[in-house]
Each structure stands twice: as structure tokens, then as C-alpha cells.
């Protein structure tokens, strides 16, 4: 049951970047200057929030709680090995959350960047550390069905 719980979060983080990445060519922004305005204009510690802060009728309280889920990695690692607290998931997932932290420092600095200039590389870190959580999550469900290391 863990293990298609972590499955099924997983593929909402991809449903959710598919949805968002079409929601912002709809609206006529790239991801990056999106990411770097709502991070300037919204920026409240809560990173979920402003990356689907988008206008009109986006599906946006659905598309936070899949985000929210997706990024709280304490609680999936809890949730997906209840029986070791100590183990590698959540020593792996610790990793992935020290990787947003640093992530969201870079968007905060970029941001304030952007009102003097375009920055393409804005939104780099953050593919990043969504990467890093795809892979770090499919590890975990690998590890549930018997293919990885205690």
C-alpha cells in the first residue's frame, strides 16, 4: 500500500508539471519570468503557493494540495516506512528538502534580479530539486517492492 501511495504521488508531481507547464504557455509567460515574478510578488515561505498562482480558472487549490504532498518529502518518507523513522528514505528525502531550501534562496535572489533584467536561468534550480524529488520517490517505490537497500 506504500508503495502505490509514493507511485501515485509521483505521477500526480508529473501530471502537475505537465498541467503547469501548459498553463503557462496559455498565458503567455515562460516559466522562468512566472517563477521570478510570483516569487518577487507572493514570496511567503511556502513554495507550493507561488509556483500555481496563476490568474483566471486554473485548477489551483487541486494543483496545491498535489504540490504541497509532493514537497512535504517528511511525511511521504513517514508514511512510506512507517517501521524504520532512521532509514534510508528519509535520509534520502532529508537531502531533497535541503536541495528546495537552496533552490527557493536562489529563486528569492533571482527574483529581485528580474525587475533590472531578464534572467533565463531562473527557474534552473528549481527543475532541479523536481528532478531530484521524481528520481527520489521512484527509489522509494522501487525500495518498497523489494528492489532496494535497507
Excluded at 504540490?67 to 516506512?81: P, T, V, Y
Amino acid at each position: 500500500m506504500a508503495a502505490t501511495f509514493a507511485s501515485d504521488l509521483l505521477q500526480s508531481a508529473q501530471l502537475f508539471k505537465t498541467v503547469f507547464d501548459e498553463r503557462l504557455q496559455s498565458i503567455g509567460l515562460t516559466a522562468e519570468s512566472y517563477v521570478l515574478l510570483q516569487a518577487a510578488a507572493d514570496w511567503d515561505g511556502r513554495p507550493w503557493r507561488f509556483l500555481v498562482q496563476w490568474p483566471a480558472t486554473g485548477s489551483r487549490q487541486t494543483n496545491n494540495a498535489i504540490l504541497q504532498e509532493f514537497i512535504n518529502q517528511e511525511w511521504i518518507a513517514k508514511m512510506a516506512m512507517p517501521n524504520k523513522p532512521k532509514g534510508n528514505a528519509i535520509a534520502m528525502l532529508d537531502g531533497g528538502r535541503a536541495k528546495l531550501a537552496e533552490a527557493m534562496a536562489v529563486e528569492r535572489r533571482l527574483a529581485a534580479e528580474v525587475l533590472v533584467g531578464t534572467k533565463p536561468e531562473g527557474l534552473s534550480a528549481l527543475a532541479a530539486v523536481f528532478a531530484a524529488m521524481q528520481e527520489n520517490l521512484g527509489s522509494l517505490v522501487s525500495d518498497q517492492n523489494g528492489n532496494g537497500d535497507d
